[in-house]
């Protein structure tokens, strides 16, 4: 029997409340902003940069009215952080960025305040609401890198608040179908009248390849438009260029699915889902799909619109995320696949949103707008609300997503100019994006198709610090009794292949990997299936380190997975590294109970769950030892 591999879109619906007839746009009084580090001269010195600095003093934000502060990031946390609302001459937070963990305050009107540090830098999602005004402050930074994040204008608590609670994730029940979709044909999968709305739609591909996810186009038509508000290659709504994502993150890619895309998608009259497949192969797709009755998701929100865009960067010209105009709208999120120079300038990039042809929102880098920081220093990662859980290729290829789901969502009334830049000044061109915008429209909106998605160029994996063993590159000689191997072109997989090529086993054994010297190494692999050290289910494309490990000069084996439609891409391994010139505290005298600690604690080992199989869940000691008492 042909394997089969899941793609998932889900969607889902808002507040079980009364439904008007038709979508809003949303009140020209209240906007999302940021103020930022980002150059004011348009350069790439994105950092120091303040309103004003007095006494050590530097404010970050000093911002009139009333409104709520929904996010701070920052890519070097150092300094004292103050934040004052309503006038108060004491601060309601007080945050040491360097030495504390979170925030002194407490969590304001009961919200439990999000802390992260997954991506690189420090991430915080705060609800601080003010009535008379806010000023954000810090004392003793170092030429601070950061945004803020916040709402403002009449009734802007209320209304970013009704669009983040619209947002949230609720599941459904599924009733499922089998189609053949012919070569260069196009399928209804779906059609319902009458009021209502989506909350979820499962495709599973019979054959799966990445070409056929290329090929295969979802396309959604609300209230009997002229044409779909969704006309997206599958291999783009899944950004899976680079290999099948999963992630944590509800709204992209979630354990167990391909594609997990989780929007409210409410209609008036009629919704239709079809399936255009541009290519030479029949494909049959089963889908499952989840529907509710219409709340007030269409007044909050508006219908559902997914608009991409495929180009290779150009000199001087940004790429374009979305470009509508002559309607309102709310933005709420973008992925992104990039695929750039070895040298990764073209992350140097930052995002741009002008809204009504007023500047709302000006970044300070590429990595920076997923939540990142460094050119991804920590490695690949996924969040609820942002992540690039797919970093091929030395970082040069790169998946990402941002939600705008926590308050940040940002309206406009007639036009909306959402750009990201490639380079410091839009100097790297050649790269090539593939992105799509998520976005809300008061009346079903036509999108322009998006391109076709073609192959990316052959690469050969690096990664910092990592000695790459392609799959293909084993020696046969070294596989033991009842394990069989075979070289394939990944034209076929559902992923592309480092050198073009994996190796696809069979049978039962292990396969030996060689080991440079003694040491503790990390050990990972990209590939499909089950691989044991110990065991971890890996998903298409996606990279995933299996532990750290002592391990002595010579070889160490690995069982590879061996069911059907399993494959490995490459393995590596990494020694974990002894801090230059330090006295390691393993190689000390000591008695009384202490002892040598030689294997890495369980406790540092990766997690099976760790989301982009990029860093430990703990500190590794330097060296890998340490002294135990």
């Given at each position: 029997?042909?394997?089969?591999?899941w793609?998932?879109?889900?969607?889902?619906?808002?507040?079980?409340?009364?439904a008007?007839?038709?979508?809003?746009?949303?009140?020209?009084?209240?906007?999302?902003?940021?103020?930022?580090?980002?150059?004011p001269?348009?350069?790439?010195?994105?950092?120091?940069?303040?309103?004003?600095?007095?006494d050590?003093?530097?404010?970050?934000a000093?911002?009139?009215?009333?409104g709520v502060i929904t996010?701070?990031?920052?890519?070097?946390?150092?300094?004292?952080?103050?934040?004052y609302?309503?006038?108060?001459?004491?601060?309601?937070?007080?945050?040491?960025?360097?030495?504390?963990?979170?925030?002194?305050?407490?969590?304001?009107?009961?919200?439990?305040?999000?802390?992260?540090?997954?991506?690189?830098?420090?991430?915080w999602?705060?609800?601080?609401?003010?009535?008379?005004?806010?000023?954000?402050e810090?004392?003793?930074?170092?030429?601070l890198?950061?945004?803020?994040?916040y709402?403002?204008?009449h009734?802007?608590?209320?209304?970013?608040?009704?669009r983040?609670?619209?947002?949230?994730?609720k599941?459904?029940?599924?009733?499922?179908?089998?189609?053949?979709?012919?070569?260069?044909?196009?399928?209804?999968?779906?059609?319902r009248n009458?009021?209502?709305?989506?909350?979820?739609?499962r495709?599973r591909?019979?054959?799966?390849?990445?070409?056929?996810?290329?090929?295969?186009?979802?396309?959604?038509?609300?209230?009997?438009?002229?044409?779909?508000?969704?006309?997206?290659?599958?291999?783009?709504?899944?950004?899976?260029d680079?290999?099948?994502?999963?992630?944590?993150?509800?709204?992209?890619?979630?354990?167990?699915?391909?594609?997990d895309?989780?929007?409210?998608?409410?209609y008036?009259?009629s919704?239709?889902?079809a399936?255009?497949?541009?290519?030479a192969?029949?494909?049959?797709?089963n889908?499952?799909?989840?529907?509710?009755?219409?709340?007030?998701a269409l007044?909050t929100?508006?219908?559902?619109?997914?608009?991409?865009?495929?180009?290779?960067t150009?000199a001087?010209?940004?790429?374009?995320?979305?470009?509508?105009s002559?309607?309102?709208?709310?933005?709420?999120?973008?992925?992104?696949?990039?695929?750039?120079?070895?040298?990764?300038?073209?992350?140097?990039?930052d995002?741009?949103?002008?809204?009504?042809?007023?500047?709302?929102?000006?970044?300070?880098?590429?990595?920076?707008y997923?939540d990142s920081?460094?050119?991804?220093?920590?490695?690949a990662?996924?969040?609820?609300?942002?992540?690039?859980?797919?970093?091929?290729?030395?970082?040069s290829?790169?998946?990402?997503?941002?939600?705008?789901?926590?308050g940040?969502?940002?309206?406009?009334?007639?036009s909306?100019?959402?750009?990201?830049e490639?380079?410091?000044?839009?100097?790297?061109?050649?790269?090539?994006?593939?992105?799509v915008a998520?976005?809300?429209?008061?009346?079903?909106?036509?999108?322009?198709?998006?391109?076709?998605?073609?192959?990316?160029e052959?690469?050969?994996?690096?990664?910092?610090g990592?000695?790459?063993?392609?799959?293909?590159?084993l020696?046969?000689?070294a596989?033991?009794?009842?394990?069989?191997?075979e070289?394939?072109?990944?034209?076929?997989l559902?992923y592309q292949a480092?050198?073009?090529?994996?190796?696809?086993?069979?049978?039962?054994?292990t396969?030996?990997?060689?080991?440079?010297?003694?040491g503790?190494?990390?050990?990972?692999?990209?590939g499909?299936?089950?691989?044991?050290?110990?065991d971890?289910e890996?998903?298409p494309?996606?990279?995933?380190?299996?532990?750290?490990?002592?391990?002595d000069?010579g070889?160490?084996?690995?069982?590879?997975?061996?069911?059907?439609?399993?494959?490995?891409d490459f393995?590596w391994?990494r020694e974990?590294?002894?801090?230059?010139?330090?006295?390691?505290?393993?190689?000390?005298?000591?008695?009384?109970?202490?002892?040598?600690v030689?294997?890495?604690?369980?406790?540092l080992?990766?997690?099976a769950?760790l989301?982009?199989?990029?860093?430990a869940?703990?500190?590794?000691?330097?060296?890998?030892?340490?002294?135990?008492?």
């Open positions: 029997m042909r394997a089969t591999r793609l998932t879109l889900l969607t889902f619906c808002a507040l079980a409340v009364s008007p007839l038709v979508g809003q746009p949303p009140p020209a009084a209240w906007q999302a902003r940021m103020a930022s580090s980002a150059d001269s348009g350069g790439n010195d994105d950092r120091g940069h303040y309103v004003r600095v007095t050590g003093r530097a404010v970050l000093d911002l009139p009215g009333s996010r701070f990031w920052t890519a070097n946390p150092n300094g004292v952080l103050r934040v609302l309503d006038g108060a001459d004491e601060p309601a937070i007080v945050w040491d960025l360097a030495r504390e963990a979170a925030p002194k305050g407490g969590a304001p009107q009961g919200r439990e305040a999000e802390v992260s540090r997954l991506g690189g830098g420090l991430l999602w705060p609800w601080l609401t003010y009535r008379l005004g806010a000023r954000v810090v004392e003793g930074a170092q030429q890198y950061y945004q803020l994040n709402v403002d204008g009734d802007a608590e209320r209304q970013a608040a009704a983040r609670d619209a947002l949230a994730v599941a459904g029940a599924y009733t499922s179908a089998a189609t053949t979709v012919s070569a260069r044909g196009e399928t209804v999968i779906a059609a009458g009021a209502g709305q989506l909350t979820g739609l495709l591909l019979t054959p799966d390849s990445l070409a056929l996810r290329r090929a295969l186009r979802l396309r959604l038509t609300w209230d009997g438009a002229p044409g779909p508000s969704v006309d997206i290659p599958l291999a783009d709504l899944a950004q899976a680079l290999g099948q994502l999963q992630v944590a993150a509800a709204r992209a890619w979630s354990p167990g699915t391909a594609l895309l989780a929007w409210p998608m409410p008036q009259h919704a239709r889902l399936i255009a497949n541009t290519g192969v029949p494909v049959t797709v889908s499952e799909l989840a529907a509710a009755p219409l709340d007030d007044t929100l508006g219908y559902f619109c997914a608009t991409g865009h495929a180009a290779t150009v001087d010209q940004s790429h374009p995320l979305l470009k509508v002559g309607t309102a709208g709310l933005f709420v999120g973008a992925s992104a696949l990039m695929a750039g120079s070895s040298d990764v300038k073209f992350l140097e990039g995002e741009l949103f002008v809204a009504d042809g007023q500047t709302v929102w000006a970044g300070t880098g590429t990595e920076d997923f920081a460094w050119f991804f220093r920590d490695g990662f996924g969040a609820a609300h942002a992540g690039a859980p797919l970093l091929l290729a030395g970082k290829r790169v998946a990402a997503y941002r939600w705008h789901d926590a940040d969502a940002i309206p406009f009334r007639q909306l100019e959402a750009t990201l490639h380079g410091p000044v839009n100097d790297t061109a050649g790269a090539r994006y593939r992105t998520y976005w809300y429209c008061p009346r079903p909106y036509v999108s322009d198709p998006m391109p076709a998605a073609q192959p990316l052959p690469f050969t994996e690096t990664m910092d990592a000695r790459i063993i392609e799959a293909e590159s020696d046969t000689a596989l033991q009794a009842g394990l069989l191997a070289v394939v072109d990944d034209a076929n559902t480092s050198g073009g090529r994996a190796a696809v086993y069979t049978g039962g054994g396969v030996a990997l060689p080991v440079p010297h003694t503790v190494w990390e050990i990972g692999v990209r499909v299936g089950t691989a044991s050290l110990p971890l890996l998903h494309g996606r990279p995933a380190a299996l532990g750290y490990a002592r391990l000069g070889t160490v084996s690995l069982r590879p997975p061996t069911a059907a439609g399993s494959s490995i393995v391994l974990v590294a002894k801090v230059r010139d330090a006295l390691e505290a393993e190689d000390l005298p000591h008695e009384g109970g202490w002892q040598v030689t294997e890495a604690p369980a406790g080992a990766r997690a769950a989301i982009g199989g990029a860093v869940t703990e500190p590794l000691p330097s060296g890998g030892g340490a002294l135990e008492f």
